[in-house]
C-alpha cells in the first residue's frame, strides 16, 4: 500500500515543480502551455488525496510575476498600515530603549572616547539606528505561518498559484515598508537631537546600507519563516520560537555591538550563523566602522546567507507539503 | 459592564463570599492553572529552560560590557553585579507574580475582562492567578542566584543593618516592579491598542535599574531614576551594603528608603487600578 503511494507523491511532486515555474514566471515551460491540461498535485501524507490545480495562464511571463509580487507587497504594507496606534507605541517604546541603551555604550566608551573600535558618534549611531531597525527586520513577534499550520489554513496557501514562500516573503517585505516609515524613522530622528551621532560621510555607505537593510529583512523573514515552518513537524513550536528569540537577540548584536566579543568569537558567529546579518552588519555598513571593500564584503555574507536561508525554506516548504494532513472538513 | 446587576448570581450583591470560600476559589484556580501548565511536560521544560535562558543573556550581556571597560559609570564590575543581581532577583519574582498582568490590553480588547467583572472574585487577584506563568520559576530562582553570588563576592563589610537590608531590598524590588507592571497595565483602560508601550517602562525599568544611576543622564536619569523612583530598586541600597557614598550625593539613608518608596509605589498602583477598572468601558460582544 506504500508503494503506489509513494509513486504517486513522487510523480505528483514533479510536477508540482513544473507548475511552481510556471507560475513564478521565471521560464513559461511550453510543456504547461501545450497541454493547458489540469495538473494533479498530491498532498498528505501517502493518504491518497489528490487535489487539482488548474494551470495557470499561458501568457505567465517576468513582468506578472513581478506584478503580482508588488501587488502581494502592496497589501502586506496596507495590512500593518492599519495598526497606527499600535505602531506609535512601538515607536516610543523603541525612543525610550534607545536612551537606555545609548547611555550604557557611552558610559563604556568613557573617557578614552571609544570602545571595541567604535567611537561615541558611531556608538550612538548604532544604537539608534538599531533601535529603528529592530521593527523593520522584526525579530520577533511573527507567528502567521505557525498558527496558520496548526489551524489548517495553510491549506488555502498551498491552492494559490504562487509558491507560499513567495508570496510570504512578499507580505513580509510590505510590512518592512511600512515599518520603515513609522519605526525606523522617530527614534533615528529623535537621537541626534539628543546625542552627537555619526552620519555617513561617504557616498557607498547610503546604498549600501540600503541593500544590506533590505538583505537583513529577507533573511530575518527567511529564519522566521524556518522557525513557523517547524509546525509541520511539532504540534507546539514554543521550543523552536524560544530558542530562535534567545539567540536572534543576543547573537544580532541587539544587546551589545558584537566587535564587544573577541574576535574569534565574532568572525565565527559572522561566517557560521545567520544572526550578524540581521542587525549588526547593516548598523556596521552604517557607521562605516570598516573601509568602503570591507563594507562591500559584509553586505556579501549577507547574500550569501540570505540566498542559502531562502533556498532552505523553499526545500522545507516541499518536504512539509508531502507530509502535510489538514484536519477537518 | 462595571455593575452588571441584572447577570444571575449565587449570592445576593452586597453580602462577601465568606473569606475562606474565596481562598478555596483562588486555589481551584491556581491549582487548574498548575495541571494545565504541566499537561504538557515537553512544552513545560522548554520554557523553563527558554525563560531562564533570557535572564542568563540579560546578566551575560553585563559581563561582555566589563570584557570591554573596566568601569561602568565608576563602579567596577562586582559592584555593578550587586545591582544586577538585586534587579534581576526582584524583576523575575515579580514577573512571575504579576507579570502576566501585561496581558491586559489583549483581555480588554477581546471582552474576556468582562466576564472577570462578573464573576464574585476580585478582578486583579483572578487575572493573576488566571495565567499565572510557572514557567518563569526558572528565571526568578536565577535572579535570587545572581544575588546570592553578587553579594557573596563583593566584599561587604556585614553589620546587622546590612544584613537586614539585604533581605528587604529585593522584597521592596519584587512590591516596587510589581506596582509597575500593574500601574503601565492600567494604560490599556484608556488606550486599548497601547501595545507594547508598557514594555518601556516595566523592562525599560529593568534595564535601567541593572546599571549604576551614574551611567545615565540629564532628564532622562532624573525621569527614571527618582521621578519613577527606579533608582530605589538596586542602585541606593546597593550603594548603602556596599558602604559607597552616592556620587549623586543622596544621603546615606537613601539606600533604606527603598521599602518606603516601595509601598508608595504599591499605592499608586492601587488607585491607578481602581480607577482604570471605573474607567473600563467594554468594547462589547
Known amino acids: 500500500m506504500a508503494s503506489p503511494g509513494a509513486r504517486l507523491a513522487s510523480l505528483a511532486h514533479g510536477d508540482v515543480t513544473s507548475l511552481e515555474i510556471v507560475a513564478l514566471g521565471a521560464q513559461p515551460a ?58 506609535v507605541a512601538g515607536a516610543v517604546t523603541n525612543t525610550v530603549f534607545g536612551f537606555l541603551r545609548c547611555y550604557v555604550l557611552l558610559a563604556v566608551a568613557g573617557a578614552a572616547g571609544g570602545a571595541a573600535g567604535y567611537d561615541r558618534e558611531q556608538l550612538a ?55 520603515g516609515v513609522s519605526r525606523l524613522l522617530p527614534p533615528v530622528l529623535v537621537g541626534p537631537l539628543f546625542f552627537d551621532v555619526h552620519l555617513p560621510a561617504r557616498w557607498p555607505t547610503v546604498p549600501l546600507f540600503v541593500t544590506s537593510v533590505l538583505l537583513a529583512v529577507v533573511l530575518s523573514f527567511g ?64 557607521v562605516e566602522r570598516d573601509s568602503t571593500a570591507t563594507q562591500v564584503g559584509l553586505v556579501a555574507v549577507q547574500v550569501g546567507w540570505a540566498a542559502a536561508v531562502l533556498a532552505l525554506c523553499r526545500l522545507v516548504q516541499r518536504r512539509a507539503e508531502r507530509r502535510l494532513v489538514v484536519q477537518g472538513g | 459592564m462595571a455593575e452588571p446587576v441584572a447577570l444571575p448570581r449565587q449570592r445576593p450583591p ?8 474565596r481562598l478555596a476559589a483562588y486555589r481551584a484556580l ?25 535572564t542568563v543573556f540579560d546578566v551575560v550581556t553585563v559581563l561582555v560590557i566589563f570584557g ?47 466576564a472577570v467583572l462578573v464573576r464574585p472574585l476580585g478582578a486583579l487577584p483572578q487575572l493573576l492567578l488566571m495565567d499565572l506563568p510557572l514557567r518563569k520559576v526558572s528565571r526568578a530562582l536565577f535572579g535570587l542566584a545572581v544575588l546570592v553570588v553578587a553579594v557573596g563576592s563583593a566584599g561587604i563589610d556585614w553589620t546587622p543593618g546590612r544584613v537586614a537590608l539585604v533581605l528587604l531590598a529585593p522584597l521592596a524590588g519584587v512590591v516596587f516592579f ?29 534595564d535601567f535599574t541593572s546599571y549604576p544611576v551614574t551611567v545615565f543622564d540629564g532628564w532622562f536619569r532624573a525621569v527614571f531614576a527618582y521621578g519613577m523612583g527606579f533608582a530605589f530598586v538596586s542602585y541606593q541600597p ?44 467594554s468594547t462589547g460582544s
Open chain 1, 223 to 286: 529564519c522566521r519563516f524556518l522557525v513557523n515552518a517547524t509546525a509541520y513537524w511539532l504540534e507546539d513550536v514554543r521550543g523552536p520560537q524560544i530558542l530562535w528569540v534567545l539567540a536572534s537577540g543576543m547573537l544580532a548584536g541587539l544587546y551589545f555591538p558584537l566587535p564587544f566579543l573577541p574576535d574569534a568569537v565574532y568572525l565565527a558567529l559572522q561566517f557560521g550563523t545567520p544572526f550578524p546579518s540581521l542587525l549588526q552588519i547593516p548598523l556596521d555598513v552604517l
Open chain 1, 30 to 87: 511550453g510543456k504547461v502551455a501545450r497541454s493547458g491540461t489540469v495538473w494533479l498535485r498530491k498532498e498528505g501524507n501517502g493518504v491518497g488525496s489528490v487535489t487539482a490545480t488548474v494551470a495557470p495562464a499561458t501568457e505567465s511571463n517576468v513582468i506578472l510575476w513581478f506584478r503580482t509580487f508588488g501587488a502581494i507587497a502592496g497589501s502586506g504594507f496596507r495590512r500593518y498600515a492599519t495598526y497606527r496606534q499600535a505602531a
Open chain 2, 178 to 206: 510589581g506596582s509597575v507592571f500593574v500601574a503601565t497595565a492600567t494604560v490599556s483602560f484608556y488606550w486599548t491598542e497601547s501595545g507594547e508601550l508598557a514594555n518601556s517602562v516595566t523592562y525599560g525599568g529593568r
Open chain 2, 68 to 114: 570591554v571597560t573596566r568601569e561602568l559609570g565608576g563602579f567596577t564590575l562586582r559592584e555593578t553585579l550587586v545591582m544586577v543581581g538585586l534587579s534581576t532577583a526582584a524583576f523575575a519574582t515579580a514577573d512571575l507574580l504579576v507579570g502576566n498582568i501585561e496581558r491586559l490590553p489583549r483581555y480588554v480588547r477581546t471582552g474576556l475582562f468582562d
Open chain 2, 30 to 54: 491556581l491549582g487548574a492553572q498548575a495541571r494545565s501548565q504541566a499537561a504538557y511536560r515537553t512544552s513545560f521544560v522548554v520554557d523553563l529552560v527558554g525563560n531562564v535562558g533570557a
Open chain 1, 125 to 179: 549611531t548604532f544604537v539608534w539606528a538599531g533601535q529603528g531597525l529592530l521593527a523593520v527586520v522584526l525579530l520577533w513577534g511573527w507567528t502567521d505561518l505557525a498558527d496558520r499550520i496548526r489551524t489548517g489554513e495553510v491549506a488555502s496557501d498551498l491552492l494559490r498559484p504562487v509558491h507560499p514562500v513567495t508570496s510570504y516573503l512578499a507580505t513580509d517585505l510590505g510590512r518592512a515598508g511600512w515599518a
Open chain 2, 238 to 281: 546597593a550603594l548603602a551594603l556596599l558602604g559607597r557614598a552616592d556620587p549623586l550625593g543622596l544621603p546615606a539613608w537613601a539606600g533604606w528608603a527603598a521599602p518606603a518608596v516601595a509601598l508608595v509605589a504599591a499605592a499608586l498602583a492601587a488607585t491607578a487600578w481602581r480607577v482604570g477598572v471605573r474607567h473600563y468601558r
Open chain 2, 14 to 21: 452586597g453580602r462577601p463570599r465568606p473569606r475562606s470560600g
